[in-house]
């Protein structure tokens, strides 16, 4: 009997239609368009406007887009993982209000929260489901809204951070194709250096903490980068080599989006060139668990069926991991 694998079969985005230019943000805080894309490499982000829209909403369109494409019932969807750091409320989990957006009624569904990292995290749990053989289809998707727990006044995290979601769709092989490897970890000494203070059972929503601004994003800029430099370059290397990889096998590098020279470094340590990088930090920012299935998204038309693909990820926590994949169909024309 052939060995199961998780093939994304697969993959559709959606980002809001307002866009928050360099521009907009320099008549907000004290900053430029030369310094963020220095940087950042940051030139625009996208914002989810409207009352009562929350991370359910851009999870919602971006699954809707990937059973249309694909040509799949949404009663046939097994199971759906939203991973979020920014859930529309503490409970019912964002994925259980997807699933009713979408019409999967036979699905059961949970959220997962491991920062940036957790799109990996959610990938290779709902590859597990596929692999024992117990479901067929599982949706699993990366969606954030950052503009919600963004101060922007704070111009160290104001500039960074989007909104969006990415889904894939993964279906049984049996031909090698899909998830092949998945490199894991975290680190809780990152506590201090990227959270948010308050909200949850430890420090709950107060007067006191919606006047300290306790309810943002807080980040220790110098040390989450140099984090994140090395421990994602670092993962990256070790799975190419677990798996016996030279640079010129792979074909993409799939990198998570929260600093162009983040991403510049970790392709650096396995030897890409900028050519097989996939990038688009440029017009989203970083969209938290969306960047890397919104960077299959737009790449979607240039991977063909076996291309080796690399995902790659820091994240708060400290999370961080890599995950080897190849590719299951040719570009749909």
């Not at 140099?226 to 990256?236: L, W």
């Not at 290397?237 to 600093?259: F, G």
């Not at 983040?262 to 990088?277: F, Q, S």
């Not at 960077?295 to 995902?311: A, M, Q, R």
Request: hydrophobic share 40%.
């Amino acid at each position: 009997m052939k060995k199961i694998t998780a093939a994304i079969t697969g993959v559709h985005g959606y980002t809001p239609e307002y866009v928050l230019t360099n521009q907009e943000l320099e008549r907000m805080v004290d900053t430029n368009d030369e310094w963020i894309t220095t940087r950042t490499g940051i030139k625009e982000r996208r914002i989810l406007k409207g009352e009562n829209a929350g991370t359910s909403v851009l999870g919602i369109k971006a699954a809707q887009g990937l059973l249309e494409k694909t040509g799949t019932k949404p009663e046939d969807i097994d199971l759906i993982i939203c991973s979020t750091v920014t859930p529309d409320m503490m409970f019912p989990a964002t994925a259980n209000i997807i699933s009713h957006g979408i019409g999967a009624e036979n699905a059961f569904s949970f959220d997962m929260n491991a920062a940036c990292s957790g799109f990996l995290f959610a990938l290779t749990t709902g590859a597990q489901y596929i692999e024992t053989g117990k479901y067929k289809k599982v949706i699993v998707i990366g969606a954030d809204k950052m503009s919600s727990i963004i101060d922007y006044t704070d111009r160290q995290t104001c500039i960074l951070f989007g909104d969006g979601a990415g889904a894939v769709l993964l279906e049984p092989s049996e031909d090698g194709l899909g998830v092949i490897d998945s490199i894991l970890k975290t680190d809780g000494i990152g506590e201090k250096s990227l959270h948010m203070k308050a909200g949850g059972s430890r420090k709950p929503a107060s007067i006191e903490t919606i006047n300290n601004k306790e309810h943002f994003v807080f980040q220790d800029g110098s040390t989450v980068f140099k984090f994140a430099v090395s421990k994602m370059a670092d993962v990256s290397e070790e799975i190419v080599n677990k798996n016996n990889l030279s640079h010129e096998d792979i074909a993409w590098l799939v990198p998570h989006q929260a600093n162009k020279r983040i991403i510049d470094a970790t392709a650096r340590r396995i030897g890409l060139d900028e050519n097989k990088v996939m990038l688009n930090i440029q017009k989203y920012g970083n969209t938290t668990s969306a960047t890397i299935p919104l960077c299959l998204w737009d790449y979607e038309s240039k991977l063909k069926k076996g291309d080796n693909i690399i995902l790659a990820a820091f994240g708060g926590g400290f999370t961080w991991g890599s995950i080897y994949i190849k590719w299951a169909y040719n570009p749909i024309q």
